[in-house]
């Protein structure tokens, strides 16, 4: 069963002030846990709040007061919420403009909103921090916690961010049965270009290495936005795996640039509403740069946005840890703490575990979190036991080894 949200607007009775709020609302590109997040938040609010709202498609539904009353939320809804992808509330990628801002406190003094919770990324925390210093100039009691969200897994002040695992899971099995097919096509296909997200970190693109056992593993190129491209080494380490091999699996990232700074992708010209470049094509790119230059049949597979919703791939510690920080956010909320982002402060021990700290809304806000060096090995080209100890517990169980004739 997939949790269905009724789509009607909740407006205030005229003169009428309803009781104190808290408002929720999901931003950015969804993740497999995203809805976790969100049921760990509406758990957490339970006897807390006098009122719980949910913001239809983030901050856009502040603008024109699209609300859902989630005040009442069942124990079998929250279960369906948890196995539900993409996002419940429905999402946005919006930048507000000052008038925006004041509209949005607008629809909030209306409903008497004293709590915001956001899950979302480093552009919605720039949006949690500029609201609630709004709120704080116009002197209006609200109090505001973001819940960390993205697949790039790219937020600084945390250890990792919620939806990461699950599509660092995706990627990593994914990988190993695109091998196989390449494999058993190699007389015909002779290499696969698997497309990643991550804007301008390469966690993802890494993570497709990490059940990597031998040469016939893939990936055989691995281009991370780390690293500049470099075409004539590029090439050169796609032929060595076509002769060890008789196949090769390249793995890149969407934003691999060259040394210049240039995108190495078919660039569709200009920015997103937040300033970030739109580039497209990388794995076409690529493909057709080796057909031109190593007479080979090659071929791009770019998942898009199956990376991001596919349930089957969800690694269920993510949806624990996902539903873990939406309920500590509520709670900090009760407590009278604003400002701030929950994050994921990894123990010190054989046994993975972390603990839940905070980190303050302005830090993370429009910052990213780059690979380390200690994680890339063989000059950017491989990924280190380091950064596998690093993901593997993030991903659950690995799956069972794929049978191959000797």
Not at 305 to 319: E, H, K, N, P, V
Request: aromatic share 6%; glycine share 10%; net charge neutral.
């Amino acid at each position: 069963m997939i949790l269905t949200i009724p789509r009607f607007t909740t407006r205030s009775p005229p003169n009428a002030m309803p009781p104190e709020t808290l408002v929720v609302g999901q931003s950015g590109g969804p993740t497999p846990v995203i809805n976790s997040s969100l049921a760990g938040v509406l758990a957490g609010a339970r006897g807390q709040f006098p009122r719980v709202l949910g913001l239809r498609h983030g901050i856009e539904g502040a603008l024109i007061d699209r609300t859902v009353d989630l005040s009442h939320t069942s124990d079998s809804d929250l279960a369906a919420l948890r196995r539900t992808p993409a996002a419940a509330l429905g999402s946005c990628r919006h930048k507000l403009t000052p008038e925006g801002y004041e509209r949005v406190l607008g629809t909030f003094e209306r409903h008497n909103v004293r709590w915001f919770c956001y899950t979302g990324g480093n552009d919605s925390m720039d949006t949690c921090a500029r609201l609630e210093q709004l709120a704080q100039e116009r002197g209006y009691p609200l109090s505001v916690y973001g819940v960390p969200k993205t697949i790039d897994n790219d937020l600084v002040g945390t250890d990792h961010c919620p939806g990461y695992g699950s599509a660092a899971r995706y990627w990593a099995i994914g990988a190993q049965e695109a091998t196989r097919d390449l494999d058993a096509m190699q007389t015909y296909d002779r290499v696969l270009i698997l497309e990643c997200a991550g804007r301008n970190a390469g966690w993802l693109t890494a993570s497709t290495a990490i059940l990597r056992k031998d040469d016939r593993d893939a990936p055989h190129v691995l281009l991370l936005p780390e690293v500049p491209f470099e075409q004539s080494d590029f090439l050169r380490r796609v032929e060595t795996a076509l002769s060890r091999t008789g196949y090769c699996v390249v793995a890149t990232a969407e934003t691999i640039r060259d040394g210049e700074g240039k995108f190495v992708a078919q660039s569709v010209g200009g920015v997103d509403r937040f300033g970030h470049a739109i580039v497209t094509a990388v794995g076409e790119t690529l493909a057709q740069l080796i057909e031109r230059e190593l007479r080979v049949k090659a071929r791009a597979n770019k998942p898009g946005t199956l990376q991001r919703s596919s349930m089957a791939y969800a690694s269920s510690i993510d949806a624990d840890e996902a539903s873990s920080a939406g309920n500590a956010a509520a709670g900090r909320l009760a407590a009278g703490d604003s400002g701030k982002m929950v994050t994921f402060v990894r123990r010190e021990s054989e046994l993975y575990s972390c603990d839940l700290g905070a980190v303050s809304l302005r830090e993370v806000a429009n910052s990213e979190r780059k690979l380390p060096p200690s994680f890339l090995g063989d000059g950017g080209a491989d990924v280190t036991e380091a950064f596998r100890a690093y993901v593997m517990p993030l991903i659950g169980p690995a799956p069972e080894p794929f049978y191959r004739l000797a």
